[in-house]
């Protein structure tokens, strides 16, 4: 298909140049008018072109070979990690459904976003915009970046552009994004304290056992009659020599380097397990039978699954599609392998609500909603409100098991401080009874 070359002035009255891909003149033409633009230059890219144009065809094509290299070699960068963060990309989003909203055109609204940024992520708008320019949808543009804009994302986008809904949707998809980026936070942030006090614990307790148990042994050996650590309570020699172990391998190179081998390795071993699939299997179970623990992983996959379908059918992706996407956003192996097999069961003729009652791993909520929602002929309405409360129940959860887990970490802290204070003290009260015998 030949591309012709323009120069023509935007709603905005700003001069705009560039290229577009079209059957003949009329279409170019047609397609930049699409776009809102005013055409004042229309001219096909050959190689047979007139001497008098030449040397400014020569010009613009060194221009744009120049740009289209330094686009590939934006793409090596951004293929190499994301240009931004899951919040950036969120506000990314709301950001472009309220300038649709307001009347913008999309490739008006990227280039104001365009002026926004900074960084890579201001080198994919470009991309993106010059992919529109160039008369392509912006569903095209971003399956160029596939580590930053994921299946969920793109194929909502495609769903808006063919409905000509595309702000609607984008509107939708910010939604969501904000409240899955509301409920990581959560999570994470329950998370926060029990790590801080593991932290706490693991150096008072280094502390005690590197620096001041060794400073007791030799008190206790200098005031023991025999000299020896044949008077040693049991508690007091385990906390010697576990002290004696962690000094010597702070105090010998080679055995630091080991120790940190070993702890390397061990956790290099333990994420290539948990990397695999037995090792996903088994660990994912475990959570799952874990109290409080295994009610958390429910609730945060089926809200992610409903929150995810519910969006995308209200969007227009069909419903098999839907569901391939929400079930690949699932981390739970187990609760993947469920949602493969409701999926296989709808493309096979069935109802969804059908092979959920089948699958005990349903809540019996979950399967009696979904079961109204498609009498009722209003299944993703319910789908979103289903993930509006387990939303809410993720909440709770996260407070049940906070306040769990605070007492048993501060109870557990103050046993092993406890042991190792009383251990020391222990041949104390030894010697002065004997001393007072």
């Known amino acids: 298909m030949p591309k012709f070359r323009y120069t023509a002035i935007d709603a905005e009255g700003n001069q705009k140049t560039g290229r577009v891909s079209a059957g003949s003149e009329e279409q170019a033409q047609e397609k930049l008018e699409t776009l809102g633009y005013f055409v004042q230059e229309l001219s096909v890219e050959t190689r047979g072109a007139k001497a008098s144009r030449t040397k400014d065809i020569r010009r613009r094509s060194q221009d744009f070979s120049g740009d289209a290299d330094e686009g590939k070699t934006k793409k090596k960068k951004k293929r190499s990690g994301r240009a931004i963060n899951k919040e950036g990309l969120t506000t990314f989003t709301r950001q472009m459904a309220t300038l649709l909203n307001a009347g913008l055109p999309l490739l008006r609204s990227l280039e104001v976003m365009i002026r926004q940024q900074k960084g890579p992520f201001k080198e994919v708008l470009e991309d993106l915009a010059e992919n529109v320019r160039g008369g392509n949808s912006f569903s095209d543009g971003l399956e160029m970046h596939p580590k930053l804009f994921d299946n969920l994302f793109i194929n909502m986008v495609r769903a808006g552009e063919a409905g000509g809904v595309l702000e609607v949707v984008l509107d939708r998809l910010a939604t969501f994004m904000e409240k899955a980026e509301k409920t990581r936070k959560k999570v994470q942030s329950a998370m926060v304290y029990p790590a801080v006090v593991v932290s706490v614990a693991v150096l008072v307790v280094g502390v005690l056992m590197v620096f001041v148990v060794p400073q007791f042994e030799a008190i206790f050996r200098e005031m023991a009659s025999d000299g020896g650590n044949a008077s040693m309570p049991g508690p007091t020699q385990l906390v010697i020599n576990v002290s004696n172990l962690l000094g010597a391998v702070f105090k010998s190179a080679i055995l630091f380097v080991l120790s940190i081998g070993a702890i390397v390795g061990s956790y290099i071993g333990f994420k290539l397990f948990a990397a695999s699939t037995p090792g996903k299997r088994i660990l994912h179970k475990l959570f799952m039978i874990l109290p409080k623990v295994g009610d958390m992983v429910q609730l945060v996959s089926m809200s992610r699954f409903t929150r995810t379908f519910g969006t995308l059918m209200d969007s227009g992706v069909p419903i098999l599609q839907a569901m391939t996407i929400s079930t690949d956003i ?108």
């Open 330 to 437: 699932i981390n739970n192996v187990h609760y993947r392998d469920a949602l493969t097999t409701v999926h296989d069961a709808v493309r096979d003729g069935e109802s969804v609500t059908a092979p959920m009652q089948r699958i005990k791993i349903f809540p019996p909520m979950l399967s009696s909603m979904v079961e109204v929602g498609e009498e009722t002929g209003q299944l993703p309405e319910m789908l979103n409100q289903i993930a509006d409360n387990y939303d809410e129940d993720i909440d709770n959860a996260v407070s049940a098991i906070t306040s769990i887990i605070e007492p048993i970490l501060i109870v557990f802290l103050a046993v092993v401080v406890g042991f190792i204070v009383i251990a020391l003290f222990l041949p104390i009260i030894g010697i002065m009874q004997n001393m007072g015998g």
